[in-house]
């Protein structure tokens, strides 16, 4: 992967969880939410398998998930990390903006 579509992702994915997070945490008044669903929405990228094949075929599911997971390369890795960490970062930033007195909604 190109240098510049590795930091053009790095930061696209950044703020894509960094918003999201911080709506969800707007909306649903906790702090954590987008944390706490990130490794769904992970699975959900890094495997092809559909939800539901977890519950019907969990067997199969988990393994073709621990296989793709470790082919994971490391641009992919710090993609993925670096949308965990706008999804962390929006927490903090709901806590400190609730802890000075911001309300919304």
């Known amino acids: ?9 790095i930061l696209l994915f950044f703020i894509l969880f960094f ?11 906790s702090s954590w939410i987008m944390v706490i669903l990130f490794p769904i929405v992970f699975i959900v990228i890094v495997n092809e398998t559909k939800l539901i094949e ?9 393994s073709s998930l621990g296989t793709n997971l470790t082919s994971l390369h490391t641009a992919d890795i710090i ?4 949308g965990l960490l706008g999804a962390v970062l929006a927490g903090v ?11 919304m909604f």
């Open 79 to 82: 993609i993925l990390s670096s």
């Open 19 to 29: 918003g999201i997070g911080f709506l969800l945490n707007m909306l649903f008044r």
């Open 1 to 9: 992967m190109p240098l510049p579509v590795l930091i053009i992702s």
């Open 54 to 62: 977890y519950f019907r075929n969990p067997g199969v599911s988990f």
């Open 93 to 103: 930033v709901i806590k400190t903006l609730r802890k000075k007195g911001y309300q």
